[in-house]
């Protein structure tokens, strides 16, 4: 949807950055090797934008076009729009990857692991609340005249309407390569740490995880943890007004979610093997490098 495709594209281009952050440290990008732009993790975050990403999105966009404006938009919008959707479907996931690279150069390891769960946190928000309070029901709802009428009966229809099929279809290309190239990054990521360089470097003090491990990892991450966030805050929101849920939320959140150690700073150090409770002493490449 055009509404959330920027927080999304942020934080796919995040996630590549810190899937790929041990290879980023263990050979930091320079003018003379080229520059961030030369680097091939930097490479293929650009080609999944620009070849995978972005064009899913203009396909939606202009076959379902009530849909993937969120039912606010028809064909006779204005083509600057366009094209800057079009545009920003790839500059936010280059912004991403930039962010997250610098953050963990910066051995500021859990605040880049953040980065992408903060895209899709911004992406399940819009989707879940958006500005009215009824996100959900515009997602599931394919036309405008049905969003009109909606009801808890529509999820049922429109999981069998053109719009979902569409999205199943694309769903099974988008993901698996994403995933995939995460979850791989961080294998030779974690091998990268045991050997080291000269093999002096020390080796995690958790075990490696396997390439399919990680990857569920991260897809109960996002689809679990970060979703359930969203929907949460949207409940606080619906309950107390935008600005006594917004500022509960920012307090719960702080304590409970994302601040240390609450559950996402528990499950980073899951997730990375690397993870100390201290973002300075991380132990990784990158830490080492500084």
């Known amino acids: 949807m055009v509404q959330v495709d920027v927080f999304w594209s942020y934080g796919i281009g995040a996630g590549f950055a810190y899937a790929a952050k041990e290879q980023l440290a263990h050979k930091p990008p320079t003018k003379e090797n080229g520059g961030l732009m030369s680097n091939p993790y930097f490479t293929k975050n650009l080609l999944y934008l620009a ?16 849909w993937e404006t969120m039912h606010a938009l028809d064909r006779s919008m204005p083509a600057w729009l366009v094209v800057g959707f079009a545009i920003t479907n790839v500059t936010q996931g280059m912004l991403g990857f930039w962010v997250t690279y610098k953050l963990a150069m910066a051995r500021r390891h859990y605040l880049a ?5 903060i895209g899709y946190f911004a992406m399940f928000f819009v989707l879940v609340h958006g500005w009215d309070g009824k ?10 005249e049905e969003f009109l009428r909606w009801t808890p009966a529509s999820i049922a ?15 099974t290309v988008l993901i698996p390569v994403m995933v995939g190239w995460m979850g791989r990054w961080m294998v030779e990521g974690q091998r990268l740490l045991r050997t080291g360089r000269g093999g002096s470097t020390r ?9 399919a491990q990680l990857a569920a990892l991260m897809l109960v991450l996002i689809f679990g943890v970060v979703l359930g966030t969203a929907i949460v805050s949207s409940m606080l929101i619906h309950q107390l007004g935008w600005i006594g849920g917004t500022l509960t939320f920012l ?18 150090r899951t997730l990375d093997p ?11 490449v990158a830490a080492r490098a500084a």
């Open 274 to 284: 690397t993870a100390r409770i201290d973002d300075g002493s991380s132990g990784t």
């Open 203 to 211: 080796a995690p003090s958790r075990a490696p995880r396997g390439m």
């Open 157 to 171: 229809e429109w999981l069998l309407s053109p719009v979902a099929l569409t999205l199943l279809a694309m769903g």
């Open 51 to 66: 070849t995978l990403f972005g064009p899913s999105g203009i396909y939606l966009l202009w076959q379902f076009t009530s």
């Open 251 to 268: 307090v719960l959140g702080h304590f409970a979610i994302f601040g240390k150690p609450g559950l996402l700073h528990r499950l980073w």
């Open 135 to 144: 996100g959900y029901q515009r997602f599931f709802s394919q036309t405008r």
């Open 113 to 117: 692991f953040l980065q992408p769960l």
